[in-house]
Nanobody
Framework: QVQLVESGGGLVQAGGSLRLSCAAS????????MGWFRQAPGKDREFVAR????????NYADSVKGRFTISRDNAKNTVYLQMNSLKPEDTAVYYC?????????????WGQGTQVTVSS
Protein backbone atom coordinates (compact mmCIF):
# COMPACT_ATOMS: atom_id res chain seq x y z
CA GLN A 1 0.00 0.00 0.00
CA VAL A 2 1.32 3.42 -0.92
CA GLN A 3 2.28 5.89 1.78
CA LEU A 4 2.32 9.56 0.87
CA VAL A 5 4.19 12.12 2.95
CA GLU A 6 3.68 15.80 2.22
CA SER A 7 5.95 18.52 3.55
CA GLY A 8 6.98 22.13 2.99
CA GLY A 9 3.93 23.99 4.21
CA GLY A 10 4.01 26.92 6.58
CA LEU A 11 2.89 30.44 7.32
CA VAL A 12 3.65 33.05 4.68
CA GLN A 13 2.51 36.57 3.88
CA ALA A 14 0.44 37.29 0.80
CA GLY A 15 2.68 37.51 -2.23
CA GLY A 16 5.15 35.06 -0.79
CA SER A 17 6.24 31.62 -1.99
CA LEU A 18 6.40 28.07 -0.73
CA ARG A 19 7.57 24.80 -2.23
CA LEU A 20 5.72 21.64 -1.27
CA SER A 21 7.09 18.13 -1.61
CA CYS A 22 5.37 14.75 -1.65
CA ALA A 23 7.33 11.55 -1.25
CA ALA A 24 5.87 8.10 -1.76
CA SER A 25 6.91 4.79 -0.32
CA UNK A 26 5.54 1.32 -0.75
CA UNK A 27 4.67 2.00 -4.36
CA UNK A 28 6.36 3.75 -7.23
CA UNK A 29 4.89 6.84 -8.87
CA UNK A 30 6.05 5.55 -12.24
CA UNK A 31 3.19 5.24 -14.69
CA UNK A 32 0.84 7.41 -12.62
CA UNK A 33 -0.22 10.94 -13.28
CA MET A 34 0.36 12.71 -9.98
CA GLY A 35 -1.19 15.80 -8.54
CA TRP A 36 -2.04 18.04 -5.66
CA PHE A 37 -5.33 18.66 -3.95
CA ARG A 38 -6.24 21.04 -1.16
CA GLN A 39 -8.92 21.40 1.46
CA ALA A 40 -9.78 24.68 3.11
CA PRO A 41 -11.70 24.81 6.40
CA GLY A 42 -15.36 24.05 5.85
CA LYS A 43 -14.87 23.21 2.18
CA ASP A 44 -14.54 20.05 0.12
CA ARG A 45 -11.17 18.87 -1.08
CA GLU A 46 -10.44 20.31 -4.52
CA PHE A 47 -8.07 19.62 -7.38
CA VAL A 48 -5.09 21.97 -7.71
CA ALA A 49 -2.61 20.58 -10.25
CA ARG A 50 -1.69 17.46 -12.19
CA UNK A 51 1.43 16.31 -14.01
CA UNK A 52 1.53 13.41 -16.45
CA UNK A 53 3.83 10.54 -15.54
CA UNK A 54 6.19 11.56 -18.32
CA UNK A 55 6.29 15.08 -16.91
CA UNK A 56 5.49 16.65 -20.27
CA UNK A 57 1.92 17.79 -19.63
CA UNK A 58 0.66 19.81 -16.68
CA ASN A 59 -2.87 20.90 -15.80
CA TYR A 60 -3.95 23.47 -13.23
CA ALA A 61 -7.09 24.70 -11.58
CA ASP A 62 -8.00 28.14 -12.89
CA SER A 63 -7.51 29.61 -9.42
CA VAL A 64 -3.78 28.78 -9.38
CA LYS A 65 -2.88 28.97 -13.07
CA GLY A 66 0.14 31.20 -13.65
CA ARG A 67 1.13 31.14 -9.98
CA PHE A 68 1.74 27.46 -9.17
CA THR A 69 4.06 25.01 -10.94
CA ILE A 70 3.96 21.25 -10.49
CA SER A 71 6.98 19.06 -11.19
CA ARG A 72 8.14 15.54 -10.43
CA ASP A 73 11.26 13.44 -10.03
CA ASN A 74 10.38 9.83 -10.80
CA ALA A 75 13.79 8.59 -9.71
CA LYS A 76 13.10 10.02 -6.24
CA ASN A 77 9.42 9.09 -6.26
CA THR A 78 8.66 12.69 -5.39
CA VAL A 79 6.31 15.35 -6.72
CA TYR A 80 6.62 19.07 -6.01
CA LEU A 81 4.42 22.14 -6.04
CA GLN A 82 6.07 25.54 -6.34
CA MET A 83 3.61 28.16 -5.16
CA ASN A 84 4.28 31.81 -5.95
CA SER A 85 2.25 34.99 -5.45
CA LEU A 86 0.31 33.30 -2.68
CA LYS A 87 -3.07 34.69 -1.70
CA PRO A 88 -5.06 34.30 1.55
CA GLU A 89 -7.55 32.14 -0.37
CA ASP A 90 -4.75 29.61 -0.95
CA THR A 91 -4.87 28.79 2.75
CA ALA A 92 -5.63 25.07 3.05
CA VAL A 93 -4.19 21.67 3.83
CA TYR A 94 -2.43 20.40 0.71
CA TYR A 95 -2.35 16.73 -0.24
CA CYS A 96 -0.84 14.75 -3.08
CA UNK A 97 -2.29 11.71 -4.79
CA UNK A 98 -2.38 9.97 -8.13
CA UNK A 99 -4.83 11.69 -10.45
CA UNK A 100 -7.33 10.14 -12.83
CA UNK A 101 -8.64 11.34 -16.16
CA UNK A 102 -11.40 13.30 -14.47
CA UNK A 103 -8.99 14.98 -12.04
CA UNK A 104 -10.13 12.55 -9.36
CA UNK A 105 -7.79 11.00 -6.78
CA UNK A 106 -6.82 7.39 -7.47
CA UNK A 107 -5.09 6.15 -4.31
CA UNK A 108 -7.54 5.30 -1.57
CA UNK A 109 -5.18 6.34 1.21
CA TRP A 110 -4.13 9.94 1.80
CA GLY A 111 -1.14 11.37 3.59
CA GLN A 112 -1.42 13.70 6.54
CA GLY A 113 -1.18 16.73 4.27
CA THR A 114 0.80 19.90 4.84
CA GLN A 115 -0.78 23.11 6.13
CA VAL A 116 -0.35 26.28 4.10
CA THR A 117 -1.47 29.50 5.75
CA VAL A 118 -1.31 32.79 3.86
CA SER A 119 -1.79 35.95 5.88
CA SER A 120 -3.07 39.18 4.36
Amino acid sequence: QVQLVESGGGLVQAGGSLRLSCAASGRTFSGYDMGWFRQAPGKDREFVARIKWTGHIRNYADSVKGRFTISRDNAKNTVYLQMNSLKPEDTAVYYCNAVGSHYDPLFRSWGQGTQVTVSS
